[in-house]
């Protein structure tokens, strides 16, 4: 699933970089010092993402956006809307502080706070010699911004994460988790193994849904776990803002667009 965008190069040059992303972004943000004065860069976002409304079906609580970090830091130092009825999108982002380290897609929650990021648009440590006048050029074409798109990306997928156990081949209460839709089938609506009468996802009641169980149940709450395995204490990434994430998707409809 792999999905080239390409970073056009400068207005002078219109040179094309071949330098191609992913659609799941680790999130990882790489360390160092920039020296460069940052206000006079400008990033312009053009082209077209996959359901981009999305996020606003979840209520008010999380908004997509084109947004500035500096290293390390998961708010914003500078960010645009998305908007949720935009078919092609021509967003530009100026101004920047100095601080700012990546530009990224990403969705932030009510306190501005980064919930999932789907790609680094552009990083100042990795093009140290930009020239501040060349405009940097994203072109968007088609991602999918979806909620579980972010949540697979996110949560699911990576090293660490679900696939160490839930991969393909024998996985623990045969559930597989890998390729978005196919992680996505098995939990939607599919009966629990370990406890039974109950759904993995049941859309619109997390608190009955087995997945936002096994994400929020630690041993030390002194309940014996059907699923035998405390993911809490021993998964990584199943922290407060991912818990939430969950709920709040499986009570919007846990949908997949
Ligand atoms: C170290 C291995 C391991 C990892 C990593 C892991 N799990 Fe599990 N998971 C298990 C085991 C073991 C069970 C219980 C199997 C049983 O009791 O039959 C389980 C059960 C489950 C169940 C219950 C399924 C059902 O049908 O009742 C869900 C949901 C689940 N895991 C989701 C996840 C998610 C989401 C992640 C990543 C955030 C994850 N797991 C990571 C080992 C793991």
Same mark, same amino acid.
């Given at each position: 699933?792999?999905?080239?965008?390409? *970073?056009?190069?400068?207005?002078?040059?219109?040179? @094309?970089?071949?330098?191609?992303?992913t659609?799941?972004?680790?999130? $990882?943000?790489?360390?160092?010092?920039?020296?460069?004065?940052?206000?006079?860069?400008?990033?312009?976002?053009t082209?077209?993402? +996959?359901?981009?409304?999305?996020?606003?079906?979840?209520?008010?609580?999380?908004?997509?956006?084109?947004?500035?970090?500096?290293?390390?830091?998961?708010?914003?130092?500078?960010?645009? *809307?998305?908007?949720?009825?935009?078919?092609?999108?021509?967003? +530009?982002?100026?101004?920047?502080?100095?601080?700012?380290?990546? =530009?990224?897609?990403?969705?932030?929650?009510? =306190?501005?706070?980064?919930?999932?990021?789907?790609?680094? =648009?552009?990083?100042?440590? $990795?093009?140290?010699?930009?020239?501040?006048? $060349?405009?940097?050029?994203?072109?968007?074409?088609?991602?999918?911004?979806?909620?579980?798109?972010? =949540?697979?990306?996110?949560?699911?997928?990576?090293?660490?994460?679900?696939?160490?156990?839930?991969?393909?081949?024998?996985?623990?209460?045969?559930?597989?988790?890998?390729?978005?839709?196919?992680?996505?089938?098995e939990?939607?609506?599919?009966?629990?193994? +370990? +406890?039974p009468?109950?759904?993995?996802?049941?859309?619109?009641?997390?608190?009955?849904?087995?997945?936002?169980?096994?994400?929020?149940?630690?041993?030390?709450?002194?309940?014996?776990?059907?699923?035998?395995?405390?993911? @809490?204490?021993? @998964?990584?990434?199943?922290?407060y803002?991912?818990?939430?994430?969950?709920?709040?998707?499986?009570?919007?409809?846990?949908?997949?667009?």
């Amino acid at each position: 699933m792999d999905k080239n965008s390409k *970073i056009l190069l400068g207005l002078v040059s219109m040179l @094309v970089l071949g330098l191609s992303f992913t659609s799941c972004d680790d999130g $990882d943000i790489a360390e160092a010092k920039s020296m460069t004065l940052k206000d006079g860069y400008v990033v312009r976002l053009t082209g077209s993402l +996959t359901n981009v409304s999305s996020w606003s079906s979840l209520g008010k609580s999380y908004t997509l956006v084109v947004a500035g970090f500096a290293e390390g830091d998961s708010f914003p130092t500078i960010s645009k *809307i998305i908007p949720p009825s935009a078919e092609s999108l021509d967003i +530009t982002l100026s101004g920047m502080e100095n601080s700012v380290s990546t =530009i990224e897609l990403c969705a932030i929650n009510s =306190i501005y706070k980064r919930v999932v990021s789907y790609d680094t =648009i552009f990083s100042f440590q $990795d093009n140290p010699g930009w020239d501040p006048r $060349d405009t940097i050029f994203y072109e968007a074409d088609g991602q999918d911004v979806s909620v579980y798109n972010g =949540i697979y990306c996110k949560l699911l997928a990576g090293k660490g994460k679900c696939f160490r156990c839930h991969g393909s081949g024998n996985a623990p209460a045969d559930l597989h988790l890998v390729g978005k839709e196919a992680s996505y089938s098995e939990l939607v609506a599919m009966e629990s193994k +370990t +406890t039974p009468g109950f759904k993995r996802v049941s859309p619109g009641d997390a608190e009955n849904s087995i997945l936002y169980r096994v994400a929020t149940t630690a041993k030390s709450d002194g309940v014996t776990l059907p699923w035998h395995y405390d993911h @809490v204490s021993n @998964v990584d990434g199943l922290d407060y803002n991912n818990q939430k994430l969950l709920r709040d998707w499986i009570t919007a409809g846990a949908k997949i667009d």
